[in-house]
């Protein structure tokens, strides 16, 4: 028995020690600004966006080492295991036949060489215009970081009003599940006391089934949202993420923050301007790049080394005789003639150009376009909103004549049910009224750049 007990002891001390030296997530609370600026440094497309532009300055600098002096040593072994014969004229001088020729070996059995070289560029036009090239990719990878993060804001700001919706969603089927309960609960009592129809009672309980589903599929959705705005962060999807902020309040907010709706635009300030800015100067630069090939290209090299030979591997004995030498010099390398061939590749980077150009022009319009439609959903969420609100006093009202005369004996269960599933349609239209502000206004600030955050921060 004293057996058992201990047995048990320990038991219990070990599932104990084992519980707490599980590892706990780390709990996060944020409000949505907050949110947004986790996002810009922890999401995992920013990150990315961050070693793209790393990988963009490697290659900026791998770009530039290419004019820089280059250094190589070279060591090599030779082992004749056959020395091979080569003939010579001279048979009267080795006693043979004159004229006769004679096999004679040249070739030591072991040989090693040690060299070094530099070369330096000179002159080469595709280089100069690689450096241009690099510095644009740059510009470009800059870019693309920041369309980044204003993607990434976008979805936080989605996210993030998300939940909010799916939290207040279930905090009001809770309010209409206790209150469909307690009439069902009355009007069961009322039936089975011979005053109202089996059909009331029906009738209710249809509502109350729905409720009560629509808050299982509600728990559900809140529970995605949440994992949703774990991905947006960056962080383990079951992370628990307390947020601060209110949906209403946000709303309200976002409301009341319409200056930028008779703001000017100013399209080169947009990234998506300035990422299509960057391609037609990279493809100006991919022309020049064809024009280069056609200069003459002009370098210079310098080479010293030693050799040794011998029957024997003693190369790194004192016995060993190791000779030097040495070669300085330049290389011009002229083009003459490519049968057209640079002529056609210059042509097709001119028309890739001209392509640029196009698209340029055509971002400048879709910039324009996108923004107008941005803030047309901007002014229907707002107007909307109003609207909703109003839809719901009107419902509430309705429904609540409907109690009274549902429990007066003067209305039907069926006037009730239609009363009540009006009123839940105009709480969920208030609550997505709400979200379409707070999604309409991002999109509006993600088009025209700026962010509430600071991204250069």
Not at 176 to 201: M, P, S
Not at 216 to 238: F, Q, T, W, Y
Not at 432 to 454: G, H, R, V, W, Y
């Amino acid at each position: 028995m004293k057996r058992l007990i201990l047995g048990l002891i320990l038991l219990c001390a070990f599932s104990s020690f084992a519980q707490e030296s599980k590892p706990r997530l780390k709990q996060y609370k944020f409000t949505l600004q907050e949110a947004i600026d986790f996002a810009i440094d922890s999401s995992y497309a920013t990150i990315n966006a961050r070693r793209d532009v790393a990988i963009a300055l490697k290659q900026k600098w791998e770009t530039t080492a290419d004019g820089l002096p280059q250094l190589d040593g070279t060591v090599s072994y030779d082992y004749n295991a056959i020395i091979p014969l080569t003939p010579v004229p001279g048979g009267e001088l080795f006693g043979g036949e004159p004229g006769e020729f004679v096999a004679i070996q040249f070739s030591p059995r072991q040989t090693m060489n040690a060299s070094a070289t530099v070369n330096q560029l000179i002159f080469d036009g595709s280089y100069i215009v690689a450096l241009q090239a690099a510095k644009t990719f740059l510009e470009y990878s800059d870019n693309e970081e920041t369309r980044t993060k204003l993607e990434v804001r976008k979805d936080v700001v989605s996210a993030y009003g998300n939940v909010l919706l799916t939290q207040n969603s279930i905090g009001i089927i809770k309010n209409n599940l206790e209150a469909a309960e307690k009439n069902l609960y009355e009007t069961r009592k009322i039936y089975e006391n011979g005053l109202a129809e089996e059909e009331d009672v029906e009738q209710l309980q249809i509502t109350y089934q729905q409720l009560q589903s629509q808050l299982n599929n509600a728990r559900r959705m809140r529970d995605i949202s949440k994992e949703s705005l774990n991905m947006v962060l960056g962080l383990p999807i079951h992370t628990e993420v307390i947020l601060l902020e209110d949906l209403e309040n946000l709303a309200n907010r976002d409301a009341l923050e319409v200056e930028f709706m008779t703001e000017e635009l100013q399209v080169e300030n947009t990234i998506d301007f300035k990422i299509a800015d960057n391609l037609v100067k990279q493809r100006e630069l991919e022309m020049k790049l064809e024009k280069s090939k056609a200069l003459p290209t002009l370098s210079a090299f310098a080479n010293y080394g030693q050799n040794s030979f011998g029957e024997d591997f003693e190369f790194f004995s004192s016995r060993a005789d190791w000779f030097e030498f040495s070669t300085i010099g330049v290389r011009l390398n002229v083009p003459i003639f490519s049968s057209g061939q640079r002529s056609a590749r210059t042509q097709k980077a001119k028309i890739e150009m001209e392509k640029a150009e196009t698209q340029k022009t055509q971002a400048i319009n879709q910039i324009k376009l996108q923004l107008n439609n941005a803030k047309s959903d901007f002014e229907f969420a707002v107007d909307n909103y109003e609207l909703s609100k109003k839809n719901l006093e009107l419902a509430e009202r309705i429904e609540n004549k409907n109690q009274i005369k549902f429990k007066e004996g003067v209305g039907t269960s069926f006037e009730l049910r239609q009363a009540q599933q009006q009123l839940y349609s105009a709480q969920n239209e208030l609550l997505q009224s709400m979200l379409d502000i707070i999604n309409s206004k991002a999109e509006i600030e993600k088009i025209i750049n700026t962010p509430f955050t600071n991204f250069e921060k």
